[in-house]
């Protein structure tokens, strides 16, 4: 039990894995979000949505009288689906590009700053957003694969030059001398020396990036372009992209204007979903960097 | 390598990602609607003739006129409304880098410290708490609990003390903790070397030991550090300037791309001033590769 950050962001992430697989199927979660428009008070009372937080509604229900919690609760799996997709790619591009360009010279290296360098003259965020503004991403069919794509390279960069930073400082222990010295080829040094030397690092620092993936999601909700949406007529001859698609990302964005009207009463529960989610996998790869006894 | 040619290597590096980033801006972005029978059509298709042409009218453009374009509003250049807006911005960043070296390093001394006491709660764990918790909802706290329970403070503020000084503040949050955080682990990691015992054995006090001697060697590592702490004050910057209404670059950036619901990227969108911004960006970012280097040379572990 001495680990605490281990335990604590465990024990977090089993609840975030509980509430995304389980929580759709408790009693007081509504699966179908079925908007309730009217409600009766009393006999002859009757009263229209957003409905206040109650017994029977913890969180309230939005204007169209959905209850909130169970978005929540129903947003949590996809939300998580789509974090972990981002992370993976991200590692999938950068840890290979990372590992080539371990001399710290030639093509690779060339490659990995460059790609460190684009994103790096524009917050990340906006880098993701004028990509995903382009008219092609807007309307191909494929748009959720694409944005993960994109939400991953723009940090792919960050992620091969912290790999390459590591593999350079392994290229220099003595065992590498050692099995440069037995003559082995440059695959199998790769698999029997770097990787295995690597891999808790890297588990560290997946688990970091989770958190970096699902903040990268939830500032661009805040400027309210969508990772899924459908173009469809809303009016006579008027054209809209509408959300489809429930995850916490979503939520936030659609409630993000209440934030300059001062009414923080929704738009906290999904950024602090988000934040939730993003403090339990810090606090789970602390904990594995203590786990594994690697510095800090 | 040499740190001429370090030097030299990352410029033009810099240089290449940035021709790429104009690329990227100048992709074309009209939706070309039509009606067609009852619906509207869009045709979302790439076309290498509208991206060519549009890539060679703006550099003829610019180089025709010197300007990088009209802005939105009439009679204002690109340059000057991208000038105002970095400016406005390079305000915030460069308050936020200051006050984050000076607490930051006070921080992490105190972290420092406080880890050899029964307090270390509130040292490290604080560090890391505020590193941990996302931007765009720490931001929505403070400013739900400023805006609800501090009405003397007037948040929003244009003009007048708050309109600097409530964003230098809550941009530099993160700079504090993440230079708090390699100050510490720097001190940790001298202790016990043999130039601190030495100091000990002649009786220095220990805040003579801690400033003098291990400070002075953690400030190259702080330096090192330095590209990383600007992507974060950017990626922050961001999100205190769009809750704020705050006209700086990336509020204006955003102002810029003109994205909403209906037309995608808008009539209003200022491929100039994006690339003006993303170019004042790029040489501050240069600025600070530079001075990583030459701390890594100079101020080094030796």
């Known amino acids: 039990m001495k680990n605490v950050p281990l335990w604590l962001g465990g024990f977090l992430i089993a609840f975030l894995l509980f509430v995304a697989f389980i929580g759709p199927y408790l009693p007081m979660i509504d699966m179908e979000l079925n908007q309730e428009r009217s409600r009766w008070v009393t006999e002859d009372k009757l009263a229209l949505p957003a409905f206040k937080p109650s017994a029977k509604n913890w969180l309230g229900t939005d204007k169209n009288g959905v209850d909130n919690l169970s978005k929540l609760v129903v947003a949590a799996k996809s939300t998580l689906f789509m974090v972990t997709a981002i992370a993976v790619v991200r590692y999938l591009i950068g840890v290979p590009l990372g590992l080539l360009a371990r001399k710290k010279r030639g093509f690779f290296h060339s490659l990995v700053s460059f790609m460190e360098q684009i994103f790096s003259f524009m917050p990340p965020i906006f880098a993701a957003a004028l990509l995903l503004a382009i008219p092609f991403f807007l309307f191909t069919e494929n748009r959720i694969a694409w944005a993960i794509v994109i939400l991953a390279a723009v940090e792919a960069g960050r992620v091969a030059t912290t790999v390459q930073e590591q593999a350079n400082q392994l290229s220099r222990e003595p065992f590498m001398e050692a099995g440069i010295a037995l003559g082995l080829t440059s695959r199998k040094l790769m698999r029997n020396y770097y990787l295995p030397a690597l891999v808790p690092q890297l588990i560290v620092n997946f688990c970091m990036d989770m958190g970096k993936a699902m903040l990268l999601l939830g500032q661009l909700a805040i400027i309210g372009i969508f990772i899924s949406h459908e173009w469809k007529e809303v009016e006579e001859y008027t054209m809209q992209f509408v959300e489809t698609g429930v995850n916490w990302a979503t939520l936030l964005s659609s409630n993000r204007m209440d934030i300059y009207l001062g009414k923080m009463e929704f738009v906290i529960y999904p950024a602090g979903a988000m934040m939730l989610a993003i403090i339990a996998f810090n606090l789970f790869g602390e904990g594995l960097r203590r786990h594994f006894q690697l510095k800090g | ?302």
């Open chain 2, 1 to 302: 390598m040499s740190l001429k040619s370090q030097m030299l290597k990352s410029t033009l590096i810099s240089v290449f990602a940035f021709m790429l980033v104009v690329l990227i801006v100048l992709i074309p972005r009209d939706l070309n609607m039509r009606i067609e029978g009852y619906i509207v059509v869009a045709d979302p298709a790439f076309k290498w003739s509208q991206f060519t042409e549009n890539v060679y009218q703006f550099f003829s453009n610019a180089i025709a006129s010197g300007s990088l374009g009209p802005s939105r509003y009439q009679g204002q250049s690109a340059e000057a409304a991208a000038f105002e807006a970095v400016g406005m911005s390079l305000l915030v960043i460069v308050s936020a880098l200051f006050l984050g070296l000076v607490f930051g390093v006070l921080k992490g001394v105190a972290d420092y410290k406080l880890s050899k006491t029964k307090f270390s709660v509130f040292g490290n764990w604080t560090t890391w708490l505020f590193q941990s918790m996302p931007d765009f909802f720490l931001m929505l706290v403070i400013q739900w609990y400023l805006v609800k329970h501090v009405p003397f403070i007037r948040y929003f503020a244009v003009e007048g003390w708050e309109a600097f000084v409530i964003p230098a503040l809550l941009v530099s949050i993160y700079p504090v903790v993440y230079i708090a955080r390699i100050t510490s682990s720097s001190l940790a990691a001298q202790e016990g070397k043999l130039y601190i015992m030495l100091a000990k054995a002649k009786g220095l006090r220990d805040r003579v030991i801690v400033f003098k001697h291990m400070l002075l060697n953690g400030i190259g590592l702080i330096l090192t550090h330095l590209p990383g702490l600007l992507v974060y004050i950017l990626s922050n910057l961001f999100i205190v300037e769009l809750y704020r209404n705050y006209p700086g670059a990336s509020w204006r950036l955003v102002q810029a791309l003109d994205f909403n619901a209906y037309t995608g990227t808008g009539p209003g969108y200022e491929p100039g001033i994006i690339i003006y911004i993303c170019f004042s960006f790029m040489v501050l970012f240069l600025l600070v590769q530079w001075i990583s280097h030459m701390a890594r040379r100079f101020l080094g572990p030796q």
